[in-house]
């Protein structure tokens, strides 16, 4: 059962807009949410997270906002650059029987046009 | 720089062999983790491990065993491989409970 969603496989935007990537979780024990992206060929690499005792977490040109009464958080990205392609996942954690291990969504594939 | 090393970026094996895929991190982190991604599915855990010589089942262990001798090193095991575990494997680690996962680049197993 998958307990972090993704709804868009993919998601157009042309550069210099903002990138809105979406998540939806339905485990109420998660309290720690991340987000990774990942190019062709590489692993996923760790780009900005949030605690559930926060609602907004800033890093650059990234940040992550957190709903916890709708289980819902976003990764906005602005200005998105070409560069900024690839697929992003959202990832979830809290105690459970697999400790703190992540539990990841299916991924968003994020095209920035010149 | 936090690194993980996976020992292979592609491997070829046929059905029934006995498979291993090596992680090795440098970074002295508690828990390292074996997950696989396949289209459509996101990734999946498979096995995770807190401490040496500690291993506890993911959400899909069926037809995998892993092995942490080391600190440093975490191995997954392909026991009898079949083509349904044709897929890009990866390894990561953490620090304590809350860090960020660091992945090594995977390795893509083809099982023919």
């Known amino acids: 059962d998958q307990q972090v969603k993704q709804n868009s496989p993919s998601l157009s935007v042309q550069e210099g807009r903002i990138s809105i990537l979406n998540c939806d979780y339905t485990?109420?024990?998660?309290?720690?949410f991340l987000w990774y992206k990942k190019y062709p060929a590489e692993g996923p690499t760790f780009l900005i997270s949030i605690s559930s005792i926060k609602d907004k977490n800033e890093d650059g040109r990234f940040t992550v906002f957190l709903n916890k009464s709708a289980k819902h958080l976003s990764l906005h990205i602005v200005p998105s650059q070409p560069g900024d392609s690839a697929v992003y996942f959202c990832a979830a954690s809290g105690r459970s029987n697999s400790g703190y291990a992540l539990n990841f969504g299916k991924g968003t594939s994020l095209l920035v046009t010149p | 720089d936090v690194k993980v090393t996976q020992s292979s970026r592609y491997l070829v094996k046929r059905t029934g062999e006995k498979v291993f895929l090596e992680c090795v991190q440098d970074?002295?982190?508690?828990?390292m983790f074996w997950y696989r991604q396949d289209p459509g599915l996101g990734l999946r855990l498979i096995y995770f491990?807190?401490?040496?010589?500690?291993?506890e089942k993911g959400d899909i262990p069926e037809g995998y065993s892993v092995s942490r001798e080391k600190k440093e090193r975490f191995s997954l095991i392909l026991e009898s491989a079949s083509t349904n575990q044709t897929s890009m494997y990866l390894c990561?680690?953490?620090?304590?409970?809350?860090?960020?996962?660091?992945f090594g680049n995977g390795t893509r197993l083809t099982v023919t």
């Open positions: 485990n109420s024990m998660f309290d720690y």
């Open positions: 990561a680690s953490s620090p304590g409970d809350r860090g960020a996962s660091h």
């Open positions: 491990s807190y401490d040496v010589k500690m291993k």
């Open positions: 970074m002295d982190h508690e828990n």
